[in-house]
T-cell receptor, first 112, second 117 residues
Framework: ETGVTQTPRHLVMGMTNKKSLKCEQHLGHNAMYWYKQSAKKPLELMFVYSLEERVENNSVPSRFSPECPNSSHLFLHLHTLQPEDSALYLC???????????FGPGTRLTVL | AQSVTQLDSHVSVSEGTPVLLRCNYSSSYSPSLFWYVQHPNKGLQLLLKYTSAATLVKGINGFEAEFKKSETSFHLTKPSAHMSDAAEYFCVVSDKSSSGSARQLTFGSGTQLTVLP
């Protein structure tokens, strides 16, 4: 595997379910990001981890819970989501202190 | 504070004709600027990046962008469009003012490029 991978690529869940999104980067980076991409809206930064510490949480509802166990892996735990949370969730990574972020293919989430 | 404005939400060109996607930015600092491309149901791919070296930046797939400080613009161009260029394009500015080791990006709202046969 190369670059940034995300699993699953598609996820359908009910509002009472609990699921997790996984991101893995194979680039030797040490900063990782979660973004939400909704139709007709600019990309929204959700969480930032740098050197495995969360450095940003952009007023994201608590039903989204990130986890970064090491510099290569990032998770987004989901519980009691709402239909408006349906979106493409993108993971990205970078070398801490640099600008360029590399994105994964995304997870298309549908909340019923 | 920084911001990015993509002046066209949709651009349509014929195959083989030039492409121009317009972007204006606002930044208090000397910015890093990027163009990313997103094909349907895919993630974002980096096309090119400006970091205060040469003002004309060459990217992948024949794309280029010119940084014009006086106009606060960073327009994306390609001499001849190909069908495979049909995608959404995002202009992005980096917040060098953010403290800490993780730089934050501000994305434009995107320009959907359609290439007609």
């Amino acid at each position: 595997e190369t670059g940034v991978t995300q699993t699953p690529r598609h996820l359908v869940m009910g509002m009472t379910n609990k699921k997790s999104l996984k991101c893995e980067q194979h680039l030797g980076h040490n900063a990782m990001y979660w973004y939400k991409q909704s139709a007709k809206k600019p990309l929204e930064l959700m969480f930032v981890y740098s050197l495995e510490e969360r450095v940003e949480n952009n007023s994201v509802p608590s039903r989204f819970s990130p986890e970064c166990p090491n510099s290569s892996h990032l998770f987004l735990h989901l519980h009691t989501l709402q239909p408006e949370d349906s979106a493409l969730y993108l993971c990205a990574s970078s070398q801490a202190g640099t600008d360029t972020q590399y994105f994964g293919p995304g997870t298309r989430l549908t909340v019923l | 504070a920084q911001s990015v404005t993509q002046l066209d939400s949709h651009v349509s060109v014929s195959e083989g004709t030039p492409v121009l996607l317009r972007c204006n930015y606002s930044s208090s600092y000397s910015p890093s600027l990027f163009w990313y491309v997103q094909h349907p149901n895919k993630g974002l791919q980096l096309l090119l990046k400006y970091t205060s070296a040469a003002t004309l930046v060459k990217g992948i797939n024949g794309f280029e962008a010119e940084f014009k400080k006086s106009e606060t613009s960073f327009h994306l161009t390609k001499p001849s469009a190909h069908m495979s260029d049909a995608a959404e394009y995002f202009c992005v500015v980096s917040d060098k003012s953010s403290s800490g080791s993780a730089r934050q990006l501000t994305f434009g709202s995107g320009t959907q490029l359609t290439v007609l046969p």
